[in-house]
């Protein structure tokens, strides 16, 4: 007898959409606000425009971007993230902080006005409280 097909977790469908290298990096970098393709090409060291074609497509695609013709002739867009695309800024905010604890000391983000290291941290907007360290089951704080 086959066994049922379990649906995948959401952090499988998560990384379906977004688990790559480039395309985490284009979302990065439109995070402060719309850009070009060629601004884009940019911004991302070491992109192929191929690349950066397929990975605009399939954001467009997902819902996470939008793509703004600003010329006919040649086609041209600016691209610029949607609300759903725009949450993604926190699970790119813990990513890197992640990257910056496992890189050299001298090369994590830092805040400006007193040179300390920065750290991400699960905060509710609603309760007033970090959530960290907290247990989880099914994707709940239990605080």
Not at 64 to 72: N, V
């Amino acid at each position: 007898m086959a066994e049922p097909e379990t649906s995948a977790s959401p952090l499988a469908e998560a990384l379906d959409r977004v688990g790559d290298r480039w395309t985490l990096l284009v979302v990065e970098a439109l995070l402060d606000g719309p850009r070009r393709f060629n601004d884009l090409a940019g911004l991302i060291p070491g992109i192929a425009a191929s690349i950066l074609s397929e990975r605009l497509r399939r954001l467009e695609r997902d819902g996470l971007l939008l793509a703004r013709p600003y010329s006919q002739r040649p086609p041209r867009a600016a691209y610029e993230l949607t609300a759903e695309g725009k949450e993604l800024a926190g699970a790119l905010r813990l990513l890197a902080h992640w990257g910056a604890r496992h890189a050299d000391p001298a090369e994590a983000p830092r805040h400006s006005a007193c040179g300390t290291p920065l750290e991400a941290r699960w905060y509710c907007p609603t309760c007033d409280c970090l959530a960290d360290h907290e247990p989880r089951q099914a994707g709940v704080l239990f605080v």
